[in-house]
């Protein structure tokens, strides 16, 4: 299995949309020193969308960052149907979370970003989502390594409180005991 890599992302309050600092590559071979050497990475903003099949970059960063096509599809968006280019791009995510080789489409203008991560990269890794004490905070994990549950979570922290309730109540009874055996 391939080693881990992670990031957490910590907004200062509760957030609607994900985003996150990405960079962006004409596709090339990591393990060759001479390729990495001679890439490109381009900084865009990325939101990641749960409702998106596949990763995409906007028109007009494929334009900024001259990407060479290779081929064309059929997209299904919210907007309708179209034909759209398609690319071949390494993607740098925050602390050195990398995918190399990723097949990407070229999409309308999206709104305060210039790419969607969408479910070929979300699903490929661990995410996660909290907003605890008002602030949203994402998380993820790539490969997946273990399965995150919260309802098991949940089923443990209930044990545990109820070992603790239990040990709580019997302490008090022993204390009563002792003072009435006094």
Same mark, same amino acid.
């Not at 273990?146 to 089923?155: A, M, N, Q, W």
């Given at each position: 299995?391939?080693?881990?890599?992670?990031?957490?992302?910590?907004?200062?309050?509760?957030?609607?949309?994900?985003?996150?600092?990405?960079?962006?590559?004409?596709?090339?071979?990591?393990?060759?020193?001479?390729?990495?050497?001679?890439?490109?990475?381009?900084? @865009? %903003?990325?939101?990641?969308?749960? =409702? !998106?099949?596949?990763?995409? *970059?906007?028109?007009?960063?494929? &334009?900024?960052?001259?990407?060479?096509?290779?081929?064309?599809?059929?997209?299904?968006?919210?907007?309708?149907?179209?034909?759209?280019?398609?690319?071949?791009?390494?993607?740098?995510?925050?602390?050195?979370?990398?995918?190399?080789?990723?097949?990407?489409?070229?999409?309308?203008?999206?709104?305060?970003?210039?790419? @969607? %991560?969408?479910?070929?990269?979300? =699903? !490929?890794?661990?995410?996660? *989502?909290?907003?605890?004490?008002? &602030?949203?905070?994402?998380?993820?994990?790539?490969?997946?390594?273990?399965?995150?549950?919260?309802?098991?979570?949940?089923?443990?922290?209930?044990?545990?409180?109820?070992?603790?309730?239990?040990?709580?109540?019997?302490?008090?009874?022993?204390?009563?005991?002792?003072?009435?055996?006094?």
């Amino acid at each position: 299995m391939p080693r881990s890599t992670s990031f957490t992302l910590t907004c200062g309050g509760r957030v609607n949309v994900l985003k996150c600092e990405c960079a962006v590559a004409e596709a090339f071979d990591p393990n060759d020193a001479a390729a990495v050497a001679a890439a490109k990475l381009h900084p @865009l %903003i990325a939101i990641w969308d749960t =409702g !998106a099949t596949n990763t995409c *970059i906007d028109e007009e960063a494929c &334009k900024r960052l001259s990407l060479a096509p290779t081929g064309q599809v059929q997209t299904h968006t919210a907007g309708g149907e179209k034909r759209a280019s398609t690319y071949l791009v390494n993607i740098a995510l925050p602390n050195g979370v990398g995918f190399p080789g990723v097949p990407v489409t070229e999409c309308n203008k999206i709104p305060g970003a210039d790419m @969607l %991560i969408g479910m070929d990269i979300i =699903g !490929a890794g661990d995410f996660a *989502i909290t907003n605890h004490d008002g &602030k949203t905070v994402m998380t993820y994990r790539f490969p997946s390594s273990k399965r995150i549950d919260f309802v098991v979570e949940h089923h443990s922290d209930k044990v545990k409180e109820d070992l603790a309730d239990m040990h709580r109540r019997h302490s008090q009874s022993r204390k009563k005991r002792k003072k009435k055996g006094r």
